[in-house]
């Protein structure tokens, strides 16, 4: 019991010195290899990037013909407090053919650490083949970090401290991504996304030269079960981020009920963390709740509630051009299981 009590206090003071005073070197003029990691996260926080990959990749911007708006919430390491908050609300869409536009504005709170990033997309879309459909995206994106005034009245802050002076007046990047996303015979998938291309200060502290490499890497297919009323999912992503060691997720995702009803699996692994997310939604005519779960398998699981992930969408319509499409291809399975 004394041990247990030992670990859980020197856990709170780890979280609490990373939380107020650790995220500060974010800031910092000398650390610029953690400016890259800390405005690389963005893409890296969600957990339903499967079901929507527009928030992973600005290829898929406009690729289904279907305009929609997007607003999902994650909550990081729940049961703590300061604990990391995440706000994103997105619009996607194709307002003509093979065009693809569309933008997401993220919000994150940590502690007293503020970043908010406004982002724009655009996508070209094509066709190879009758069954065959390949897209083209650019992103660009305005991030901010910033620190509450708060910070000043930190009992562990020293007055005068210019890393934390210079943190609550913000840092501001631009930043670009480059994606190609593809489906083969109406049932694989392939995405690539190269986050943060560029990357600049738009301040006056230089950036430096020695930007790490990013990608992130989807691979997933689609399997129909109309004897169940299914459709199965898998799929694999590999990241690597900044100077963050490649991850992996496996990814099943089951629609069942002419998707209407959604279940999925995560596990994640890799040097830097192992975990597990469960997910379950529903869809009710052009609206789709989506809620995941998932917990660690490190030893900070034990003082934590894991992470909850939320996302609700609203369906706005499909392009005409689209429409056709999908009614062609009906018919034409209609006509093969003949």
Avoid at 53 to 63: D, E, H, K, M, Q
Avoid at 124 to 137: A, E, I, Q, R
Avoid at 265 to 275: A, E, V
Wanted: aromatic letters at 14%.
């Amino acid at each position: 019991m004394i041990n247990r009590n030992i670990k859980a206090y020197a856990m709170k003071k780890l979280i609490y010195i990373f939380r107020n005073i650790g995220v500060l070197v974010f800031f910092g003029s000398v650390l610029h290899a953690q400016d890259y990691a800390t405005s690389l996260k963005t893409p890296a926080v969600y957990t339903q990037y499967h079901i929507n990959p527009i928030l992973i990749n600005p290829a898929y911007t406009g690729f289904e013909g279907q305009s929609q708006i997007l607003f999902n919430f994650r909550n990081h390491w729940a049961g703590f407090d300061g604990s990391p908050k995440g706000l994103t609300l997105g619009i996607n869409g194709s307002p003509v053919n093979n065009m693809g536009l569309g933008g997401i504005i993220y919000s994150e709170k940590f502690g007293v650490a503020n970043r908010f990033s406004g982002q724009l997309n655009y996508a070209y879309n094509f066709k190879t083949g009758p069954d065959t459909k390949m897209s083209l995206g650019l992103s660009g994106s305005y991030i901010r970090y910033s620190l509450d005034n708060s910070a000043f009245t930190d009992p562990n802050h020293n007055q005068g401290d210019p890393v934390i002076n210079k943190a609550i007046d913000g840092e501001n990047y631009f930043a670009a991504d480059l994606g190609y996303w593809a489906e083969f015979a109406n049932k694989y998938r392939l995405g690539i996304t190269l986050p943060h291309v560029v990357l600049a200060n738009l301040g006056n502290t230089a950036s430096d030269s020695t930007k790490p490499f990013n990608l992130i890497a989807f691979l997933g297919a689609r399997w129909n079960v109309p004897s169940y009323r299914l459709v199965l999912e898998p799929s694999v992503c590999v990241r690597k981020i900044s100077d963050v060691p490649f991850g992996t997720d496996l990814n099943v995702l089951a629609k069942l009920l002419e998707d209407r009803l959604f279940l999925g699996f995560t596990y994640s692994f890799g040097p830097s963390d192992n975990r597990t997310s469960f997910l379950g939604g529903v869809r009710v005519n052009q609206f789709k709740f989506i809620y995941s779960y998932d917990q660690t398998y490190q030893t900070f699981q034990t003082f934590s509630r894991g992470s909850h992930e939320l996302t609700l969408s609203f369906d706005l319509g499909r392009s005409s051009k689209k429409m056709e499409d999908t009614k062609n291809m009906m018919e034409e399975k209609s006509m093969d299981q003949k």
